[in-house]
């Protein structure tokens, strides 16, 4: 059963702009990762928060956590139009990954 | 590039039709999932394995059986392929200890 929900469900930006991605979810995890999809393409991880950490960074992409509100957020610094992709949250609880719906992040050149 | 295949890629295919779909992986993973996705949707668990000879339904009912008699391969079969089951297939692994799942590039499934 689906754990996370992101929203929004599609995003629309232009180039350059920022991106954020919000993600809930329902139980106490372990860590939480996103992962970024290209159509008609498998996932693929980018960036891994553990349960006891509140903000991380890697490149351009910077997440939070906060466990009180069991949310997250993926932030897209200087969006480029190669970010056009789905987005999904992902947590892990003992071995038990689930993913949520995803958002669609549209990046207009 | 995660190590993780998935053949066919695309396959179209009659009503009543038996197919498998393949995944393989060279990681040496002891962890192998199954995930059903529609365009643009959630991933729905369908089948995983934590090992050989090891296999257990997911979150997802699903009319598929799956195998796992060696590590590096996890095939999904249909005994009759139906026209709900067009849908992308995505297959998925991850190590002892791993936290990240590395996918494969997906078998985009139609059954007409």
């Known amino acids: 059963s689906q754990q996370g929900e992101e929203d929004p469900q599609a995003l629309s930006i232009q180039e350059g702009e920022n991106a954020t991605m919000n993600c809930s979810y329902k139980t106490s995890i372990n860590n939480l990762q996103w992962y970024r999809q290209n159509s008609g393409r498998g996932l693929v991880h980018l960036i891994l928060?553990?349960?006891?950490?509140r903000e991380k960074h890697s490149g351009r992409l910077r997440v939070t956590l906060d466990t009180s509100k069991k949310s997250s957020s993926l932030l897209i610094t200087a969006s480029r139009a190669a970010d056009t992709a789905s987005y999904f949250c992902?947590?892990?609880?003992?071995?038990?990954?689930?993913f949520g719906a995803g958002t669609r992040l549209t990046v207009k050149p | 590039e995660a190590d993780i295949y998935q053949t066919p890629r695309y396959l179209v295919i009659g009503t009543g039709k038996k197919i498998t779909l393949e995944c393989s992986q060279t990681?040496?993973?002891?962890?192998m999932y199954w995930y059903q996705q529609d365009p643009g949707m959630e991933l729905h668990l369908i089948h995983y394995?934590?090992?050989?000879?090891?296999?257990e339904k997911g979150d997802l009912s699903s009319e598929s059986t799956v195998s796992r008699i060696r590590t590096e391969h996890f095939p999904l079969t249909l005994e009759s392929a139906r026209p709900s089951h067009t849908s992308q297939y995505l297959c998925?692994?991850?190590?002892?200890?791993?936290?990240?799942?590395?996918f494969g590039p997906g078998t985009r499934l139609t059954v007409t």
């Open positions: 990681m040496g993973h002891d962890k």
């Open positions: 394995s934590y090992g050989v000879n090891s296999t």
């Open positions: 928060i553990r349960s006891n950490e």
């Open positions: 992902a947590t892990d609880a003992d071995n038990d990954m689930r």
């Open positions: 998925a692994s991850r190590g002892f200890g791993d936290y990240e799942q590395y």
